[in-house]
């Protein structure tokens, strides 16, 4: 009788990948996937502490598990990812009862460690050397896990996927603790992604979305000399079977002219660029340690918007760092308004253990001015998107049909004609009326109706005018 797997997923789009692999593996050992813990005779989560409210979440569901480990010993909960790398012990002695804690450089030991966990050998602790506990070869490689194992069950769409290009950073922000749990920068070897793409589409993926901590840093070198993302980027264009090509996340400084035509002179690419900004003061920006001030961000955006006009830029805030004021938060509204992103992922500051910032800086800024500076940010942000969505009312689009939409899903819509939902080629949420069938294709849809967060379309059945133009990165009807 095969074993039975529960994984629960938080956090980042590296997770997600993350989990995919790991299942792959466990598949390989005869598990299956069951839909609720109670089926499943291992569990395992895979974790996030950028924040403390998705570590808060982890050590609850915990908490929950404890009655179902004492009725059935023989069960193997584990955790995994960045808060297992950054807790370690503490999650034994929060929760003695788990049975493995496995960092995210060592996922691809997981199968062996439930084995021996399953035989009575104890609480298993397999994690990443810190960044100062060894010499740097050392530490990279106690990071160093690409798994080429897929599984295309495990992803939000058969037609999409994440391809790690990258791990660790190097950047250092000091609100942030993905350096210390995700380790040090190291780029994937090309021939290694190449091949990774390759599968995918052989396996029916349509869209590749590569991911990185700061993904436009990608930088290999070997005897052939020097491979950056856009050279990357030129090598996977030529894959059959592919059709669309995103990147995320970006770093500002490392957003290249060369970067941006590659960008723009490859139709697979996107037209979708992610470059967080975080804050619109450079007294922020300094005690974050970005790296870049306003004045340099704003010319990075001229360059994207002169070099590809039909971009969809978006980006990240985090609001109530330590010391804000109000003043400082004024301009980063001020920032907001001026960028016209096509939207933002706004946070409210969450001081981490072991981060420069929670060493220099108090957390200063009141929780109640926290909510109220990423609401006001939000009504701004959406006021624009909104805005800005308007201009596609009357045109056509093309989507790629990623499946029914949540709304069909959560009314429970049945047969074959429901409420899909697709993205264009700048990443823009739209939902239609169609058939399951379409699901996976390319196709083009005319919007109607639009709001902050979604275009609202149907399917075109006939093309009434002829004449094309570039919208938005996308082919449009006038």
Known sequence: MARKL????VGCQMNVLDSELVVASLRKEGYELAATPGEADTILFNTCSVRQHAEDKIYSALGRLKHAKTHNPDKVIGVLGCMAQKDQQLIFRRAPYVDLVVGPGQLHQVPQLIAEARQGAGPRLEVSLNRRDGSQEAIRRSHESFDPL???QMRPSPY?????IMIGCDKFCTYCIVPSVRGPEQSRPPAEIVAEARQLASEGCKEV???GQTVNSYRYRDEQGETRLAD??????EIDGLERLKFVTNYPKDMTTRLLETVRDLPKCSPYLHVPLQSGSDAVLRRMKRGYTVGEYREMLARIREIIPSAAVTSDFIVGFCGETDEEFEATCE???ESRFKNSFIFKYSERPGTKGASLYPDDVPETVKRERNNRLLAIQNAISEEDNLRFLGQTVKVLVEGPSKTSQKQGQTGELVQLTGRTHCDRIVVFPGNRRLVGQLLPVMVYDTSAFTLHAEVVTQEVRPTVFQLDGLSSNV
Not at 6 to 9: F, G, L, R, V
Not at 232 to 237: G, S, V
């Open 232 to 237: 990357l980027l030129r090598q996977l264009h």
């Open 335 to 337: 920032s907001v308004r």
């Open 160 to 164: 999409q996927a994440y391809l790690r």
């Open 6 to 9: 529960y994984i629960e997923t």
């Open 150 to 152: 897929r599984d295309p």
């Open 209 to 211: 979305i590569l991911l």
